[in-house]
């Protein structure tokens, strides 16, 4: 596809930059991948010289001549090669301004240019290629009046009770014992990984609760509670897992690897009240205590009700999305999936363990998962740009009040802290994405299904890699401020706390 950017019949303001006179072929590699050559003929480079020469020659110091009295071929000739790199870069950078603003398709990336690698020829025109991704063109799927279920559930005093049970175990004071190891008993752990004889994790002093399954970062181990039942302190046990196939660590995706559990201590939960536990939290009552714990089983039910219903709106949109995505934009992309999922399941009231838990179930099948909500990224984002879908200043600031108060932290930290770390992009998504599923839910049709409670208890959940990380990963955000921790879990702070 040949495209010419110049309007001869346009008469330029002498205010204006003079457009380039570009050729520009752009060939679909795919869907979302486009590779650019770029043709720049000889008299708008040979203008972009005489530009530069014509800032240089009244200030150029040549031997023999006062400042700026060199004649002006002579200063070419001298400093035409070390003005060479600057010419270039002003054209790549106003070629490409240019190409943006002329080309029907909509960049998703920065240009994959080699700066290096691109000359300006003696003689004749300047050619340079390049490859950019970008969003996918597609006919739009049918999105209004899908047929959808959602879960239902009315939560009674029994499940707040369970609920307390589980928030005491987080105030009980674990005791060292000498006796083996028992359900629900905290283990102290050294742990070791190895693949083969080369060891590829460690981690000292790790707490494991004894539970049928513990949950890595990359991997599943299953009959935890089995294969530690009768140990106690100084007993050494084994087991082999299978690395996820979308592990981090590429090498060691799919095989096998042996970890071994040093066990240092055996600690055994002394309970505590449901009154004791209000007081620790800082609620007056045991009474207030249950409603907020019942309006955070309630914020938790609607996250499940977003998620089924958000996981049912990405199969029927993406069913027929069938173009590739490339692999270098999923990774990239995978990792911001990530924090878009831990920044839902904050605002919707998940403690850390949770958020864990749940964070590790989804690294194991990143990449796919990535896939589909990046497909159903671009259908969303063009129902929004149609539907006139936008984001206000409001949305950021209801969205960061959510966190912070999970967090027990002020919003100006937490806005402060997603400017820090690239977050505010991922935060824009999710009011956007939710938005527009709000748009399509509420053209749907629902019917009723039972709301399965997660089963907490059977998993111990580990932010450890058993198959090691990539050596320049930087390890993961932790508390800026000593007072910013996390509310235990399933207790969300009420707005007048």
């Known amino acids: 596809m040949n495209t010419d950017t110049t309007n001869e019949n346009e008469v330029a303001d002498p205010q204006e930059k003079k457009e380039l006179n570009l050729s520009v072929d752009v060939q679909e590699v795919s869907a979302c991948e486009r590779h650019v050559t770029v043709s720049i003929p000889r008299e708008d480079i040979e203008r972009y010289f005489e530009k530069e020469f014509d800032e240089l020659v009244p200030k150029a110091e040549v031997p023999g001549f006062r400042t700026g009295r060199a004649p002006r071929a002579l200063v070419e000739n001298k400093f035409r090669k070390q003005i060479s790199d600057q010419v270039k870069g002003t054209i790549l950078m106003d070629s490409l301004s240019q190409i943006g603003d ?54 009674t005093d029994a499940d707040i009770d369970k609920h307390i049970a589980k928030l005491a175990v987080q105030f009980a004071d674990l005791a060292p ?22 060891i590829v994790s460690e981690e000292k002093e790790q707490s494991i609760q004894v539970r049928p399954t513990v949950s890595f970062a990359d991997a599943t181990l299953e009959g935890f509670d089995k294969l ?18 979308f592990a981090e660590n590429e090498e060691l995706q799919g095989k096998s690897v042996d970890i071994e559990f040093e066990i240092l201590d055996v600690k055994r939960i002394e309970g505590v009240a449901s009154k004791e536990v209000a007081e620790k939290i800082g609620i007056e009552s045991e009474e207030e205590l249950r409603k907020l714990i019942g309006n955070s089983m309630e914020e938790q039910l609607k996250y499940a009700q977003r998620e089924k219903i958000r996981d049912q709106i990405s199969s029927s949109l993406t069913k027929s ?27 919707s009231g998940f403690s850390e363990d949770e958020i864990v838990s749940r964070k590790n179930g989804l690294r194991k099948n990143i990449l796919e998962k990535t896939e589909r909500l990046l497909k159903e990224h671009f259908i969303l984002e063009k129902i929004a740009e149609e539907q006139s879908v936008e984001d ?6 209801q969205e960061i009040a959510r966190i912070a108060v999970q967090r027990n932290d002020s919003p100006r930290r937490v806005r402060a802290r997603l400017e820090r770390t690239g977050q505010m992009d991922a935060l824009r998504n999710m009011i956007i994405e939710r938005k527009v599923v709000d748009l399509i839910t509420d053209s749907a049709q629902f019917t009723a299904t039972p709301y399965e409670i997660d089963k907490e208890g059977e998993t111990s959940a580990l932010n450890f890699f058993v198959a090691g990380r990539p050596k320049e990963q930087i390890p993961e955000a932790k508390y800026d401020d000593a007072e910013a921790q996390p509310l235990p879990t399933g207790v969300k702070k009420s707005d007048d706390q």
Not at 326 to 334: A, G, W
Not at 392 to 397: A, L, S
């Open 177 to 198: 014992v000498d006796d083996v190891a028992q359900a629900d008993d905290y283990l102290v752990c050294n742990i070791v990984s190895r693949h083969g004889d080369s």
């Open 321 to 347: 999305a069938d173009w590739e995505l490339p692999p270098d934009l999923l990774r990239r992309q995978s990792g911001r999936e990530l924090e878009r999922s831990v920044m839902e399941m904050r605002s």
């Open 228 to 245: 530690v039942a009768g140990s106690r302190s100084g007993d050494t046990v084994k087991a082999t897992v299978e690395v996820s196939e």
């Open 102 to 155: 002329t080309q029907d398709y909509s960049a998703i990336s920065e240009p994959n240019l080699d700066f290096d690698q691109v000359n300006i020829p003696e003689e004749g025109d300047m050619t340079y290629e390049f490859d950019i991704e970008v969003r996918p063109e597609f006919d739009m799927p049918e999105w209004k009046g899908l047929k959808l279920e959602r879960p239902e559930h009315e939560f």
């Open 392 to 397: 206000e200043p409001g949305d950021y600031d």
